[in-house]
């Protein structure tokens, strides 16, 4: 069975960081496009980042540029999302997804394979 699982969420004050992790169980995500998601409540799902198979494509939305940074350890079957200087807006559930396609994309119905999702609240 194919899963993501996200983990390094919680509670963080303005202006702090977090690293989330999504490590994949039952495949390898060699091959895979890896993208981060999240949603607020009361908010449309919004792409936060993606980054190619081979790591060497990146893309991030305006609205996290210059303060989360996405990479992939394919030895550790693992994607991770270092988020800086978090901000209150950034409070969400983080999802990360997969798929198996050429672009780098934000858009989330070319993902295939999402995670359970993992909270992230910003709060002093």
């Known amino acids: 069975q194919l899963q993501l699982v996200e983990s390094g969420g919680g509670l963080v004050q303005p202006g702090g960081s977090l690293r989330l992790s999504c490590a994949a169980s039952?495949?390898?995500?060699?091959?895979?496009?890896i993208g981060w998601f999240r949603q607020a409540p009361g908010k449309e799902r919004e792409g936060v980042s993606s980054i190619s198979s081979s790591g060497g494509i990146r893309q991030y939305a305006d609205s996290v540029k210059g303060r989360f940074t996405i990479s992939r350890d394919h030895a550790k079957n693992t994607v991770y999302l270092q988020m800086n200087s978090l901000k209150p807006e950034d409070t969400a559930v983080y999802y990360c997804?997969?798929?198996?396609?050429?672009?780098?994309?934000?858009?989330?119905?070319?993902?295939?394979?999402w995670g359970q999702g993992i909270q992230v609240t910003v709060s002093s």
């Open positions: 039952g495949f390898t995500l060699d091959y895979y496009v």
């Open positions: 997804a997969a798929h198996r396609g050429a672009p780098v994309t934000l858009q989330g119905p070319l993902y295939e394979y």
